[in-house]
Structure formats: C-alpha cells, structure tokens
C-alpha cells in the first residue's frame, strides 16, 4: 500500500473575510474530491482570510500512479481561479 500527501498553502487573492475565504475553499475542496476521488482538508491557517494550507491524501498500489495523481492535483490548484500557491510538497509512504 502506497500513501502520497500532498500540503498546499494558498494566498486567497481576492477574499476579504473568512466567509469568503470558506467559499472558496469549500468549492476547491468539493471539486478536488469530485476530480480527482481523493481526501482533502484544510489543516492550517483557518483563522486568516488571505491564507489557506490544505492537505490532500491518495492511497493506490502503484508508486508512479500516486505521483501522477497527486501532480495532476497540484496542476489542478495552481490554475483555480482566486487562489495562488505559496508552497507545495509531496510525500509519499509505504511501498
């Protein structure tokens, strides 16, 4: 069993309160899942507006299939709209 992690941290560029902030996020969060068939959670920074860390997990067999999912979600975040990323890393367990 192979797990890849994927921890992104966004500059929400156009959110001027938390309210917005969690719209964003909840719409990235739901269309991550609903893409990509994997586990998302904001786990930082959830008390400022401009900011946002979310973590994503994929769990496969298959070390390449991981890489290739976890590097498609990424690609996927960098071109949502209202969001720029700060930082990203990938880790991969198990194998």
Same mark, same amino acid.
């Given at each position: 069993?192979?797990?890849?992690?994927?921890?992104?941290?966004?500059?929400?560029?156009?959110?001027?309160?938390?309210?917005?902030?969690?719209?964003? +996020?909840?719409?990235?969060? @739901?269309? +991550?899942?609903?893409?990509?068939?994997?586990?998302?959670?904001?786990?930082?920074?959830? @008390?400022?507006?401009?900011?946002?860390?979310?973590?994503? *997990? *994929?769990? =496969? $067999? @298959?070390?390449?299939?991981?890489?290739?999912?976890?590097?498609?979600?990424? $690609?996927?975040?960098?071109?949502? =709209?209202?969001?720029?990323?700060? @930082? *990203?890393? $990938?880790? $991969?367990?198990?194998?």
């Amino acid at each position: 069993m192979i797990i890849g992690t994927l921890r992104v941290r966004l500059h929400l560029r156009d959110a001027h309160s938390l309210k917005e902030k969690r719209r964003v +996020i909840k719409s990235l969060k @739901d269309q +991550i899942t609903n893409r990509f068939h994997i586990s998302v959670a904001e786990v930082g920074d959830q @008390d400022e507006w401009h900011l946002a860390e979310l973590g994503m *997990a *994929a769990v =496969g $067999t @298959d070390t390449p299939f991981i890489h290739s999912v976890l590097s498609s979600v990424e $690609t996927f975040v960098r071109y949502f =709209g209202g969001v720029q990323v700060v @930082d *990203a890393q $990938t880790e $991969t367990f198990g194998g």
